[in-house]
């Protein structure tokens, strides 16, 4: 896991637990135990045309519209980023940029 996903991770949790404490912590597990959980189930899609291949976007069940962009590569595959809904596919780059210079 890059230092840019667990900012991002911590930072979707803090807005969640503002309303919501229990979705907050549930959100937090979901999204680990389905990184390192892969690859059982889950099959992550290319996450931009903008991005490199090697980028995919994998959604965090029960949390619509939220999502993790890893980077699956020879050796490992990276957790780079986590995003929230609401942020335009440019915003979603964006964020991901970071991170990947990160792996």
């Known amino acids: 896991m890059t230092p840019a996903a667990d900012e991002a991770l911590a930072a979707i ?3 969640i637990n503002a309303d919501n404490p229990e979705a907050a912590a549930r959100y937090y597990s979901t999204a680990l135990d389905t990184f390192f959980g892969l690859p059982d189930g889950f099959v992550p899609h290319r996450a931009s045309d903008s991005l490199p ?3 995919r976007a994998l959604p965090v069940p029960g949390f619509g519209g939220y999502t ?5 590569l020879d050796d490992a595959v990276y957790l780079i980023t986590a995003l929230r809904p609401g942020l335009t596919d440019k915003m979603k780059d964006d964020r991901t940029l970071p991170g990947w210079d990160e792996v």
Do not use: G, K
Not at 68 to 72: E, G, M, N, S, V
């Open 68 to 72: 993790l962009r890893i980077a699956i």
């Open 53 to 55: 291949e090697v980028i």
């Open 13 to 15: 949790f803090d807005y």
